[in-house]
């Protein structure tokens, strides 16, 4: 094997422990931050951190061990690790912003049953989290109108926050609710202060 090929290698492992180094650092904090006390249930989170780390740990060693080269010039090889990094950082930027897409914005109670709404899905302001109920306007009452218009363009009462009445764990679950999600039924308790999430056994 040639000497160049080696240092390439080189190059392109060491790039690929320090994004690996770089990516643990970020999914620790998402993980930790974000999907704490089991939020990590309500959607799919394995598999699109999984591609999102596969295409980041392959994408930048695989520029590098194509674009840097010991004998191209200093400068060459600044210039392509420039579009590297850059390129990475988008990659990344990305899936956090899908990643962030998918957090917990609320659980409203829909007719009889409970709904967990990401940020992705989420229409207006409801990005902290919290209980509403859905409180569906009468006919003949001066909101009917904007709810027909939402109905008809095909928005489903779980995202109409204008007809979002507050309210909370203890009052509508008491000690544990079931909430419908992107996978499935997952369990909600509050434990010291904080809404937990358990995956349903059903």
């Not at 590297?84 to 109670?109: E, H, P, T, W």
């Not at 989420?122 to 902290?128: S, V």
Request: proline share 3%.
């Amino acid at each position: 094997m040639s000497a160049i090929y080696l240092r390439k290698l080189k190059w392109s492992g060491l790039h690929f422990l320090l994004g690996f180094l770089v990516l643990s650092v970020a999914g620790f904090y998402i993980y930790s931050q974000w999907f704490y006390a089991g939020r990590h249930y309500l959607t799919d989170l394995v598999g699109l951190a999984g591609i999102i780390l596969s295409i980041d740990l392959i994408l930048g060693p695989m520029l590098c061990l194509w674009l840097l080269s010991p004998i191209k010039t200093r400068k060459e090889n600044i210039t392509n690790l420039i579009l590297i990094v850059f390129l990475q950082l988008s990659s990344l930027s990305y899936g956090v912003m899908q990643i962030d897409s998918q957090r917990l914005a609320y659980i409203v109670k829909w007719q009889t049953s409970y709904f967990a709404i990401s940020k992705g899905d989420a229409r207006g302001e409801y990005t902290l989290e919290g209980f509403y109920l859905f409180n569906e306007p009468a006919v003949g009452t001066k909101n009917r109108a904007l709810y027909g218009k939402l109905i008809e363009q095909s928005i489903p009462p779980i995202e109409m926050n204008e007809f979002f009445q507050p309210t909370d764990f203890v009052t509508e679950c008491k000690t544990i609710c079931g909430v419908i999600t992107k996978n499935g039924i997952v369990n909600v308790t509050k434990i010291n202060g904080v809404l937990t999430f358990n995956k349903s056994l059903h």
